[in-house]
């Protein structure tokens, strides 16, 4: 039980039709209620509150507007059988949300009653947890700056609120390879920048280069180390892996990507499974010649959306390289077979990531 939590439930006629599991899609629906709290610089934490999802009132000068103190975590609840509902390392995602807050100089948040919070929203809309395969309730916590002040300065007042939304299946035609753009022009993020956190401006800063690679038909870009142009850093909203000769190869946690929390998953499953890991620098030159000579066996992204995505094709430098004959890789297919075995309640969870919602 959470202290000093206000529960208002939306009145019967203000809850809203589910909709149609066969196309939720992403980000289009959510559900009948919302977790908001506020934060008073000297006051602290303060009106927790669930009460129907409404629209927030903001002053025009409020200061994430202006100087984009925003932050946002993204995380799932999956429906398993007999009806349970589970949560994958809900911790480390608020955990790694206090990283952004301390980097964006916001207000740290209480893990613990925070994570108690959004089990209450989810226990009162249960019901909005999709029962079709694949399909999962997506979990958004974040906090924006909302002190009515101009002038540059960490706001003395913040707004942190949870909602929820019924995602669809993220492969409903099969879990198929994915075409990459390697982006040569723009970057995202550089060392000692705020690229290893998960800021609203980072996600700004990439849709350019994003949408010029959607017009060529590429689904996401690979971005390359800000200063030389030549280490491969993650991709679009994944972390990014190669195995290489029989060893799983993954950029290290350097300051200008996000710690994934399926990237860290992964590493730990590999290892598992007797696979030696190596965190460090890849040029993208390594990975080109390393498929010439046919040592690159597959590349995969992590990241909660997706889970695993394989990676077909990459494109660098106005040439197709296509990977592993364009084909999910076996190590691709069992890494996303056991991660989601084991988010659906399926697979032994031997690190204790799951975290069962009790009623
Ligand atoms: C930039 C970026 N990299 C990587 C990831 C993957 O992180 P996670 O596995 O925690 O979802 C995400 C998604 O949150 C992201 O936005």
């Not at 059988?81 to 952004?100: E, G, H, T, Y």
């Not at 982006?183 to 980072?202: C, E, I, L, P, Q």
């Not at 700004?204 to 590429?218: N, T």
Request: hydrophobic fraction near 40%.
């Amino acid at each position: 039980m959470v202290t000093n939590l206000t529960i208002t439930q939306a009145r019967p006629d203000e809850v809203k039709p589910k909709p149609d599991e066969s196309a939720l899609g992403f980000g289009k629906h959510f559900s009948d209620h919302m977790f908001t709290m506020r934060y008073t610089q000297g006051v602290g934490w303060h009106d927790l509150e669930i009460k129907k999802y409404q629209d927030f009132s903001l002053a025009p000068s409020a200061m994430c507007l202006h100087y984009g103190q925003a932050i946002f975590e993204g995380m799932k609840a999956f429906r398993g059988a007999n009806n349970q509902i589970f949560l994958f390392r809900p911790k480390d995602n608020l955990q790694r949300m206090n990283v952004s807050a301390n980097r964006m100089c916001m207000a740290e948040i209480d893990v613990n009653q925070v994570l108690e919070a959004m089990k209450e929203l989810l226990r009162l809309d249960q019901e909005w947890v999709p029962r079709a395969p694949g399909a999962t309730l997506y979990i958004r916590p974040f906090m924006i700056a909302t002190e009515d002040a101009l002038g540059v300065r960490p706001s003395k007042e913040y707004l942190f609120s949870i909602i929820l939304s019924p995602v669809g299946a993220y492969y409903p035609e099969g879990f198929n390879p994915v075409k990459i753009y390697v982006s040569d022009t723009y970057v995202r993020a550089v060392r000692g920048g705020v690229g290893s956190v998960k800021t609203a401006g980072n996600y700004a800063a990439s849709i350019k280069a994003a949408m010029e690679a959607q017009a060529l038909g590429y689904t996401q870009v690979l971005w390359l180390d800000a200063i030389e142009r030549r280490y491969v850093e993650e991709v679009g909203t994944m972390n990014i892996f190669f195995k290489i000769n029989g060893k799983l190869v993954t950029p290290p946690l350097n300051g200008s990507i996000l710690p994934g929390i399926t990237r860290d998953s992964a590493i730990q499953l590999a290892k598992d499974w007797g696979l030696e890991v190596q965190e460090r620098q890849i040029a993208i030159d390594e990975v080109v010649e390393a498929n010439t000579s046919g040592a690159l066996e597959e590349v995969f992204g992590t990241g909660t959306a997706a889970v695993i995505s394989p990676v077909g094709s990459l494109f660098y430098k106005g040439h197709t390289i296509t990977l592993n004959q364009g084909r999910t890789g076996a190590l691709s297919q069992k890494m996303f077979d056991v991660l989601q075995g084991i988010q659906y309640g399926q697979h032994p969870d031997t690190h204790g990531w799951l975290e069962p919602l009790c009623e």
